[in-house]
């Protein structure tokens, strides 16, 4: 980042920490960096969560994987009657222990991802926003300073204050105010922000800007292509969605089944413990769980 160095915020979810990599110490990417205007902006490319996240998804994820392990190992070592023994308490607690603890630490990367990519899909929304009303102001024959001045109060009408480009607009004419060129702002803001799109509007922009062309062209081409990405992403994702609730259903429906057989017959449901029974389980969880994410790769489109 030319313009922007890490944020000394004592904050422990904006402040970058070290980690161990192949034996050599680096340090992670930040969540936030000071702006040469002394602002914080945000890194949309990374999100780490806080102790009490971490704390929280955790024990969330770990009374999920163990109630699961146990419905599916529960009961293991019991004797002739059913009864469970000394060994079959012990298995209990470890087998609940191994599958809860997985699934908790497991929970937290899905969980950021998803933070990421909303996030994400959020800052392209408003600025598509943000390139309309920059394309209308430029088109009243405002200069390009005064364009982004005039639409920030555009912006403030059809956002929160705490929106995402809100504040990145306040950080661009804060870095205008001190002299920062423009399109060095906007290419800051691009890198940060993780969208081809956004930086390629920014490389774009720089070009355009210096070499004399027409800026107003570039912003309305930008915003139009920006538009029907858009529109093509939602198209897919209502044609997909369809199929990725039946994923989420087929999720649930054998924890439900094996739930059902073995409170409506517990007879039958002491096979699952015995070796047989085991060992088929633990095949048919693996195999179930390359299928999901296979099939979560194939229904997540990139446009």
Excluded: W
Excluded at 49 to 66: E, H, I, T
Excluded at 108 to 136: G, H, N, W, Y
Excluded at 235 to 260: C, G
Aim: aromatic share 8%; with cysteine; charged share 20%.
């Amino acid at each position: 980042m030319a313009l922007f160095k890490k944020s000394s915020k004592k904050n422990p979810t904006k402040s970058p920490k070290k980690s161990l990599t192949k034996g050599s110490k680096k340090k992670r990417e930040p969540q936030y960096y000071q702006s040469a205007a002394n602002m914080s902006v945000l890194n949309y490319k990374v999100y780490y969560l806080n102790k009490m996240q971490q704390v929280l998804l955790f024990l969330s994820g770990f009374v999920v994987g163990a109630a699961i392990g146990y419905l599916f190992y529960g009961g293991i070592a019991s004797d002739e009657f059913g009864n469970p023994t000394t060994l079959t308490m012990i298995l209990n607690i470890t087998i609940c222990s191994i599958t809860g603890t997985i699934t908790g630490i497991a929970v937290q990367p899905i969980v950021v991802k998803a933070i990421i990519a909303r996030r994400k899909k959020t800052l392209s929304a408003q600025f598509r926003d943000m390139l309309e009303a920059l394309s209308t102001s430029l088109g009243s024959g405002k200069n390009v300073s005064d364009s982004f001045r005039a639409i920030l109060d555009d912006m403030r009408i059809q956002y929160e204050e705490d929106a995402f480009i809100i504040a990145e607009l306040e950080a661009i004419l804060a870095g205008m105010n001190i002299n920062i060129n423009i399109e060095d702002l906007l290419i800051d803001f691009g890198e940060r922000s993780g969208s081809d799109d956004i930086l390629s509007f920014g490389n774009v922009f720089k070009v355009c800007y210096r070499k004399g062309g027409n800026i107003n062209d570039t912003v309305r081409n930008t915003h139009t292509i920006l538009c029907e990405k858009m529109e093509i992403a939602e198209d897919i994702e209502t044609t997909v969605s369809a199929n990725k609730l039946e994923q989420n259903i087929m999720v649930v429906i054998p924890i439900v089944l094996i739930a059902l057989i073995k409170m409506m017959s517990p007879e039958f449901a002491a096979n699952f413990v015995s070796v047989a029974g085991i060992i088929s389980s633990t095949v048919a969880i693996v195999l179930f769980v390359i299928a999901f994410y296979v099939g979560k790769q194939v229904l997540d489109i990139k446009v």
